[in-house]
C-alpha cells in the first residue's frame, strides 16, 4: 500500500468499513510512514471536532412568526403581490419593457428608412408595369385615353374654342335671349355629337395606322381666334406642301418684268405666292382660275408657251379622299381645319420655274 | 432524517388536507434538524432562523403536491438545500461572507474571543471549549465549496445515513462517499492552515 492509497482509506477506516486484513495493511503502513502517521492522526482529530459539534436550539418564538409570515402572505392579494415583485425585482421587469422599446425603435427606424423607399418602389413598378404594356393591352389603353380625350374636348371645345361659324353665329342678330340659349344649346349637342362620331369611327380604324403627327396636329386646340389664324396658315402651308406641285417651265427674256407680272397675275386669279427660291416660285391658285391662270402664264412666256412637266390633272377626288381619311384619323377636327380642307381642295399648287433665254 | 422520529403519514396527509395542526406537528417535528442545516450551511442564526420559516412556508403552500408521503423527509431535506444554496448565493453577491476568516474573533454568545492561534490539541483546557470548537469548525465549513459542505453537514453533523443521502441529492452511494472523503481531507487542510 502507498501513502494515496493509504490516504483514500482514512475516511473508511474512520467509518470501519473496512475489513481487518485492510486495516492491518492499512496500519503497517502508518508505521512505516510517519508522514501518512501524522496526517491521520490529523484527520482523526478532525473528524473529532466535527463530530462534537452539537446542534444549535431553534430561536425562540420560531413557530409563532413562521404562523404570522404564513398569515400575511396569505393576506396579500395578487395584485399587490405582483405589485411587489415589481418593486423588489425591477430589473426582472424593466428589461423585457426595454426589449419592447427596443424592438419599437428599431420597427420604427426600418419603417422610417426602408418602408418608405419601398412604397416609392412600387409606385415606380407600377409605372413600368404601366409603361411596357402588351401588345393587346396598348391599344385598349390608348383607346381609353382618346375617348377620355375625345369626351373631354368634346364638352370643352364648345365652350373653349370658338370656331369661325360659332364666331358667325354668335354675330348674327338674335331676336331673343331665351330662344338664344334654346337654339344655342340644341345646337352645340348637335355639333359635339358631330364631332364625337367622326373622332369614335377615327378611332375604331385608326388603332391600325394612327399617325401620331396629324392626329396631334388636327387635334390641337386653339383658344384664341389669332391663333386660329396663324395656325390656319401653318396648316395651309403644310397641307401645300403636302400636295403634290404642277410645274410649269417658263421661258423668259426680261426677268424683272416677268416676275413682277407673275405676282399680279397670281393675285389676279385670287392665288397667293408661298414661296419664292431664285427663279423658282410655289403658287397657290383656285382650281378654277388654274386655267386663265396657265394661259396668261404663257403670254408671259418669250416663246408663247409654257411646258406641263407634271402630270396636269390633279387628282382632286383623290386630294378628297385623302383629306377626308386625314378627318377621320384625327377624329377631332376643327371646323377652321375642315373649311381649310374645303378651300385647299379648290387649289392648286403651281410650281414655276422661270428659264431666261 | 435518521435522528429524528419518523412523522407518521396520516399528520402528513392530514397536512396535505389542509390541516393546521397537522402542519404545527411537523413544524415541531422538523424545525430543529431544518434550522441547523440552515445555520451550518450559511454560518448565521439569524439567516438560518428566516430560511428555516421559509422552508416551512413552501412545505405549507407545496405539500399537497407530495405524491409519495413515505419520502417526506427526503422532500425536505430537498426543499432545504435548495433555500440554502439560494440564500448562499445572494448573500455571497453582496459579499456577506467576504470579511469572514478563520483568523477573525470568534462569536460565541458570551462575546467575541480572540482566536488562538496555536494548534488546538496544545491547549486543550483553552481551545476545546465546546462552543469555540465549534465556531472554528463552523468557520472551517464556510470555507469549503457549497457541495462539499452539504455532504459534511448532512453526514457528520447530522448522521444521515448513506441511503437517506443518496435520495436527498440524488446521487449515487459510492459517488457520496468519495465526495464526503474529499470534503473531510478539504477540511482538515483548512484547519491545519488555520493553525499554521
Redo the contacts between chains.
Keep these: 500500500m502507498d501513502c494515496e492509497q493509504a490516504r483514500d482509506r482514512f475516511s473508511s477506516l474512520w467509518e470501519k468499513e473496512v475489513s481487518p486484513f485492510e486495516e492491518k495493511i492499512f496500519k503497517e503502513h502508518l508505521s512505516s510512514c510517519p508522514k501518512c502517521q501524522r496526517e491521520f492522526e490529523q484527520f482523526e482529530k478532525t473528524m473529532r471536532w466535527l463530530h462534537s459539534v452539537g446542534e444549535v436550539e431553534v430561536p425562540e418564538g420560531f413557530l409563532p412568526e413562521l404562523y404570522r409570515k404564513i398569515k400575511e402572505k396569505k393576506r396579500a392579494i395578487p395584485g399587490e403581490k405582483s405589485r411587489g415583485r415589481w418593486f423588489h425585482f425591477p430589473l426582472s421587469f424593466k428589461l423585457p419593457v426595454q426589449a419592447v422599446a427596443m424592438m419599437a425603435i428599431v420597427f420604427l427606424v426600418l419603417y422610417l428608412t426602408k418602408m418608405m423607399p419601398m412604397e416609392g418602389d412600387r409606385l415606380k413598378e407600377t409605372k413600368q408595369t404601366s409603361s411596357p404594356l402588351s401588345v393587346q393591352e396598348k391599344p385598349e389603353q390608348v383607346l381609353t385615353q382618346k375617348e377620355g380625350e375625345g369626351e373631354r374636348r368634346a364638352l370643352e371645345t364648345p365652350t373653349e374654342t370658338p370656331r369661325p361659324k360659332d364666331v358667325e353665329q354668335a354675330k348674327a342678330p338674335v331676336p331673343k335671349e331665351g330662344k338664344l340659349e334654346e337654339a344655342s344649346v340644341p345646337q352645340v349637342k348637335a355639333e359635339a355629337k358631330k364631332r364625337e362620331a367622326p373622332a369614335r369611327s377615327a378611332e375604331a380604324i385608326g388603332y391600325q395606322a394612327v399617325d401620331s403627327n396629324k392626329a396631334a396636329r388636327v387635334k390641337t386646340p386653339s383658344p384664341e381666334p389669332g391663333k386660329i389664324e396663324r395656325e390656319l396658315a401653318v396648316q395651309e402651308k403644310s397641307l401645300v406642301a403636302s400636295k403634290p406641285p404642277q410645274e410649269i417651265v417658263l421661258r423668259i427674256s426680261d426677268r424683272k418684268k416677268v416676275i413682277s407680272r407673275l405676282h399680279e397675275l397670281v393675285k389676279q386669279f385670287g392665288g397667293e405666292v408661298v414661296t419664292t427660291e431664285g427663279d423658282s416660285f410655289l403658287a397657290s391658285l383656285p382650281t378654277g382660275s388654274f386655267s386663265g391662270f396657265e394661259k396668261e402664264l404663257a403670254g408671259l412666256s418669250s416663246s408663247g408657251k409654257t411646258d406641263l412637266l407634271m402630270a396636269k390633272k390633279h387628282a382632286t377626288g383623290s386630294l378628297r379622299l385623302e383629306q377626308g381619311a386625314k378627318r377621320e384619323e384625327g377624329g377631332e377636327k376643327s371646323k377652321g381645319s375642315e373649311g381649310l380642307a374645303a378651300d385647299t381642295e379648290s387649289r392648286t399648287i403651281v410650281r414655276i420655274l422661270l428659264v431666261e433665254e | 432524517m435518521s435522528t429524528s422520529p419518523k412523522i407518521q403519514k396520516e399528520v402528513i396527509e392530514n397536512c396535505k388536507a389542509g390541516d393546521e395542526k397537522a402542519f404545527?406537528e411537523i413544524?415541531?417535528h422538523r424545525?430543529?434538524k431544518v434550522?441547523?442545516i440552515a445555520?451550518?450551511m450559511l454560518g448565521n442564526?439569524e439567516e438560518a432562523?428566516d430560511l428555516?420559516?421559509e422552508v416551512?412556508?413552501s412545505v405549507?403552500e407545496s405539500i399537497k403536491d407530495l405524491k409519495e408521503e413515505i419520502k417526506f423527509d427526503a422532500w425536505l431535506t430537498q426543499i432545504t438545500l435548495n433555500h440554502c444554496r439560494n440564500r448562499w448565493k445572494y448573500l455571497k453577491r453582496r459579499q456577506y461572507f467576504s470579511s469572514h476568516s478563520l483568523d477573525d474573533p470568534i462569536e460565541t454568545e458570551d462575546g467575541s474571543v480572540p482566536r488562538a492561534v496555536y494548534d488546538?490539541?496544545d491547549n486543550p483546557e483553552i481551545l476545546f471549549e465546546?462552543k469555540m470548537?465549534?465556531q472554528?469548525?463552523?468557520r472551517g465549513l464556510l470555507e469549503l465549496k457549497e457541495d462539499r459542505r452539504e455532504l459534511?453537514v448532512l453526514r457528520?453533523?447530522q448522521g444521515f445515513s448513506y441511503e437517506e443521502m443518496g435520495e436527498s441529492l440524488g446521487l449515487p452511494e459510492g459517488t457520496i462517499?468519495s465526495k464526503?472523503?474529499r470534503a473531510?481531507?478539504d477540511?482538515?487542510e483548512v484547519?491545519?492552515r488555520s493553525t499554521h
Design positions: 404545527a413544524v415541531l424545525q430543529k434550522f441547523n445555520y451550518r442564526s432562523k428555516a420559516q416551512f412556508i405549507f488546538p490539541s465546546k470548537i465549534q472554528w469548525i463552523q459534511l457528520d453533523l462517499k464526503l472523503h473531510r481531507m477540511l482538515k484547519l491545519e
